[in-house]
């Protein structure tokens, strides 16, 4: 079958199959039309299909030897590649997302499959800890005990709208828990189905080459009722979103009703607050508005680490600095916006804060939006500390191109406005060594302590793919301060300790045995070992 027939197919593991339910059609933003092509949901019996087989390809999926994982990994990125300008093409029409953007999101979803590919060669990530017998210990002898990480069973992920590759059917939720041994079903993001199925396909096609079981992956288009269904799903064992605050909590909730509850690991709403203290404007004024500005307005604002919060602390240098912030943000254009409702979304926030008492337009961009293309306007507005604090609505994000500015009186406000914040996936501070040592607060503590990313000048927008990423952070960032979504260490939500106690060496897994097989490093007695 050629990648044209399979374009709006479901996946239901190796077999591509026309879903059951509903009928919908994709929307390009940009044209303001809708795509002739078709799609169909599955039905609930289809979806417990592709459960089902994923929990059958689980065992002898998760038996695999980590060489043959990784291969697989590889062999996705591979097919990806491979999709060409087809799959750029449609990626573009279904977000509106320039191309030079999209070809450098698919470079970062094959860059992440190969990492977890070459994190499975290396192997040391399953944290073998073994503590031998010691037979004649008195009072009591001990027993042989080793201890190492091992997949959960099959999990859901559920692809995002801001990100159609590097968060969606290939992105990293799915290619950390393959990493980990577990298979995978994908629930396709509506906003960009046939982008979706083109990556089942270099998927499905990658299992294939390389032998995976049937039922290691499978994609489907579905309603909430049935992406609910998958969540409550007995075989089901961790679950895996990003999106909005109110899709999160609802499938956490699904996840706790369940008999046996699992884990959600949903990366949620963040406003993301940028702290300036006045040293750092006297220093570089211009070259901190002008970042401000670009990082408010980079990809129409639609990165979950989008800087919606800004924090400055009242001096001589806060009028320039504002206005310079408001002309960048004047010469803005407004642009094309993911989809229509995201669209509505955005426009509507702007305008429910704008019309507050005590919040002042500080600019938007000096071109209309254009309803026909989707367009997001971008806008910066301000307030003060104790209209910010007397209303909880100012520190709710906004999805798209805007930045509340909060201007306090002293250092006392700006401590209280960051003691007030919910939990953020980011934390900015700007200033200057000399402003840190005499202050009465603790500035890094105090953001820190509300976020999983904290940093010290530059701007929060984007997601360096790296070893040392935490991509996560306290509630309602995440629901999992503990985890990751971005990076190698986000393999790790897809796992469980478990110990073998007096295995026979033959029995052991290889990350175990006492020849060490893999070559990996091993804890053994408290000394990290080969």
């Known amino acids: 079958m050629q990648t044209t027939q399979l374009l ?22 940009a044209q303001g039309e809708t795509l002739a092509d078709e799609f169909t949901n ?65 470079g970062r979803t094959t860059g992440q499959l190969r990492l977890f590919a070459n994190l499975l060669r290396e192997g040391s990530w399953v944290d073998a800890r073994i503590n031998p017998a010691l037979p004649d210990r008195q ?38 828990a393959l990493a980990a041994g577990c298979p995978v079903v994908c629930k396709a993001h509506p906003s960009h189905p046939g982008t979706s199925s083109l990556v089942g396909v270099a998927i499905a096609r990658a299992a294939e080459k390389t032998g995976m079981p049937d039922g290691v992956f499978s994609l489907l ?15 089901i064992k961790a679950a895996g979103f990003t999106g909005s605050r109110r899709g999160g909590l609802a499938l956490l909730r699904v996840a706790q009703e369940r008999p046996e509850p699992i884990p959600v690991y949903a990366e949620m709403s963040a406003v993301n607050p940028v702290v300036i203290l006045p040293g750092a404007i006297a220093d570089n004024a211009p070259k901190v508005a002008a970042g401000l500005a670009a990082s408010i307005t980079l990809g129409v604002g639609q ?10 602390l009242e001096s001589d240098q806060t009028e320039a600095f504002l206005e310079t912030v408001a002309e960048k943000i004047r010469a803005s254009a407004p642009a094309t916006m993911l989809n229509a409702g995201i669209c509505s979304a955005y426009q509507k926030g702007v ?11 500080l600019a938007e961009a000096d071109t209309d939006a254009d309803p026909t293309r989707t367009e997001g306007r971008p806008a910066v507005l301000t307030t003060t500390t104790p209209l910010y604090l007397s209303n909880d609505e100012l520190s709710q994000e906004i999805f798209g191109p805007s930045s509340l500015i909060v201007v306090c009186q002293d250092e006392s406000e700006l401590a209280e406005c960051i003691a007030s914040l919910e939990g953020q996936l980011t934390a900015t501070l700007y200033a200057t060594p000399d402003e840190l040592r005499p202050s009465a607060y603790n500035w890094i503590d105090l953001l820190q302590n509300k976020a999983g990313r904290v940093l010290f000048g530059g701007f929060p927008t984007g997601v360096e793919v790296a070893e040392a990423m935490t991509h996560g952070g306290p509630f309602p960032a995440t629901t999992d301060s503990r985890t990751t979504s971005v ?14 106690q007096s295995f026979p060496d033959e029995l052991l897994p290889l990350a175990l045995q006492n020849a060490n097989p893999l070559g990996i490093w091993r804890n053994v007695d408290g000394v990290m070992t080969k």
């Open 351 to 361: 305008q429910h804060i704008r019309v507050m008492p005590g919040v002042h337009l």
């Open 42 to 106: 599955v039905t609930p019996e289809q979806a417990d299909l592709a459960v089902e087989k994923a929990a059958a390809a689980f065992g002898p999926y998760s038996r695999l030897h980590p060489h043959e994982r990784a291969t697989f990994i590889d062999a996705i990125a591979a097919e990806i590649d491979a999709l060409g300008d087809a799959l750029i093409d449609r990626a573009v029409l279904e977000s509106g997302l320039p191309t030079a953007r999209l070809t450098g999101e698919r």
């Open 221 to 235: 288009h579905a309603d909430n009722e049935v992406a609910q269904s998958l969540v409550a799903h007995p075989a």
């Open 8 to 29: 709006t197919a479901n996946f239901i593991g190796n077999d591509a199959v026309t879903g059951d339910n509903d009928v919908f059609q994709a929307f390009a933003p």
């Open 487 to 500: 990076g190698t260490a986000a393999i790790l939500r897809w796992v469980r300790p478990i110990t073998y």
């Open 139 to 176: 009072p009591l002898p001990r027993p042989d005990l080793r201890r190492m990480l091992v997949p959960l069973g099959p999990v859901v992920v559920f692809g995002a709208s801001n990100f159609p590759l590097a968060f969606s059917v290939a992105g990293g939720d799915t290619a950390s």
């Open 303 to 312: 990165f979950c680490t989008n800087p919606g919060l800004v924090f400055l």
